[in-house]
């Protein structure tokens, strides 16, 4: 496992694109989940989507349909494409791991964000309407 670095932020109108990539991302676990999360000035962090050794994937509602998480494994880059942004959607994104966990843990409310070991420093996504 190594430390994770967040890129592709930055500022775009409301509806506009930008895709999130994460690097360098590796477990050596057998049970481990990787998630995008993010937080706003004043709002607690929250998970937004989340892919684990089992391939399975999960969003947040407030998401789905417009982020897509995915993973270049040869390259060990964790990815979230944003599509039709908004407003809302800005924050300080971060990507994170969490070793033992699974998808469905972390957008089950199982789990908080303490709960996951291994954090990049942010990328700041500004949406303007």
């Known amino acids: 496992q190594v430390d994770l670095v967040e890129s592709g932020g930055g500022s775009v109108q409301a509806g506009g694109s930008l895709r999130l990539s994460c690097a360098a991302f590796k477990s050596t676990y057998s049970t481990y989940c990787m998630a995008w999360f993010r937080q706003a000035p004043g709002k607690r962090r929250e998970v937004v989507a989340a892919?684990?050794?089992?391939?399975?994937?999960r969003y947040a509602d407030s998401v789905k349909g417009r982020f897509t998480i995915s993973q270049d494994n040869a390259n060990n880059i964790l990815y979230l494409q944003m599509d039709s942004l908004k407003p809302e959607d800005s924050a300080m994104y971060y990507c994170?791991?969490?070793?033992?966990?699974?998808?469905?843990?972390?957008?089950?409310?199982?789990?908080?964000?303490?709960?996951?070991?291994?954090w990049g420093q942010g990328t700041q996504v500004t949406v303007s309407s």
């Open positions: 892919i684990d050794n089992f391939d399975d994937i």
């Open positions: 994170a791991e969490g070793v033992g966990l699974t998808a469905v843990m972390a957008l089950g409310g199982m789990v908080r964000p303490t709960d996951f070991h291994y």
